[in-house]
């Protein structure tokens, strides 16, 4: 299999969009055959970052790169940036308030849930300059 | 059961995908935090909740959940309906309230399936009346 590269940009300012890049990435996979488990952690995790983005940056870009390997994830924003890396990996661990929390979101399980879900997972984030996310889910276990 | 028995047993109105009426469904959570869900949610087929934005639609794609069922009379607005039938899942809307239908729902013998890492709603931190129909 020759390696794809597939490129999103995130909006920031439309929660109402937030996941259209997660949904076809999921899509895109699903029409090269790749195995449904695969599938469902690979839109796990990117849908909990593209969310991420959006509610705690002003969005971002994703990128997914598929060889006969494995799949690397990169979301990556220029937003505020988080503090306490240690601290915001931590379940229940959140910043949102009240009205993040009446869209659904905030229960500070994403960024847990995405290292969960993925083989490898890397973030590195700085205050003022953004948050990078690198994730990788294997093909084969 | 079938997503058209869960329309019979909470007298729903079903707002897309009657086609879909047909499908096989055994287990089901319930829970207004999307969150919640991507965290604790594994292999369910349908949720009910009461959250109506287009994010419950893009969860319940992610997790291949294939029927949300509106719990307390709720209705989402035509884009999420669409946005739903785009995805090919069934949206259910019912009067009951989101205690009620996971009861009836489980008591017809819906269940909650395993989450993952054996974690109920309990730990999940669930919202107002949302219960995981949970064994
Ligand atoms: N891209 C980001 N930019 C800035 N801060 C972030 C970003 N992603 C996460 N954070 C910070 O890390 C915290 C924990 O993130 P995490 O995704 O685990 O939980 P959450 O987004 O608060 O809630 P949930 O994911 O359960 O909806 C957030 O509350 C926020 O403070
Ligand atoms: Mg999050």
Redesign the pocket.
């Known amino acids: 299999m020759s390696a794809l590269t597939l490129h999103y940009d995130v909006p920031g300012d439309d929660f109402t969009r937030a996941g259209e890049a997660s949904s076809d990435i999921k899509n895109k996979l699903k029409q090269m055959g790749i195995s449904p488990d695969v599938i469902r952690n690979v839109a796990i995790a990117t849908y909990?970052?593209e969310?991420?983005?959006v509610?705690?940056?002003n969005g971002?870009t994703i990128d997914a790169a598929i060889d006969a390997e494995s799949i690397t994830l990169t979301?990556k924003?220029t937003?505020?940036?988080?503090p306490d890396?240690e601290?915001?990996?931590q379940?229940g661990?959140?910043?949102?308030q009240e009205h993040?929390r009446a869209l659904?979101?905030?229960?500070?399980?994403?960024?847990?849930?995405?290292k969960k879900y993925t083989d490898e997972f890397n973030i590195t984030?700085e205050v003022g300059k953004?948050?990078e996310?690198i994730m990788k889910v294997y093909l084969s276990k | 059961m079938t997503i058209g028995d869960i329309k019979k047993l909470l007298e729903c109105e079903v707002l897309c995908c009657d086609d879909r009426l047909e499908s096989e469904v055994h287990t089901a959570c319930g829970s207004d935090?999307?969150?919640?869900v991507?965290?604790f949610v594994k292999d369910q087929a349908v949720l009910l909740t009461g959250l109506l934005n287009p994010q419950v639609v893009r969860t319940a794609e992610m997790m291949d959940i294939i029927c949300i069922v509106f719990v307390r009379g709720k209705k989402p607005d035509d884009a999420v309906v669409s946005l739903a039938a785009q995805k090919n899942i069934a949206i259910l809307s019912t009067a009951n309230r989101m205690f009620e239908a996971c009861g009836v729902l489980y008591e017809s013998g819906l269940r909650g399936g395993i989450s993952s890492g054996g974690v109920g709603c309990s730990a999940g931190g669930c919202l107002d009346e949302c219960a995981y129909i949970a064994l």
């Not at chain 1, 661990?93 to 949102?96: G, L």
């Open positions: 909990e970052g969310i991420n983005m509610i705690h940056a971002g979301i924003d937003g505020g940036g988080i890396v601290l915001a990996m379940e661990y959140t910043t949102a993040i659904g979101f905030g229960a500070g399980m994403g960024l847990p849930n995405m984030s953004g948050t996310v | 935090m999307m969150s919640d991507l965290a």
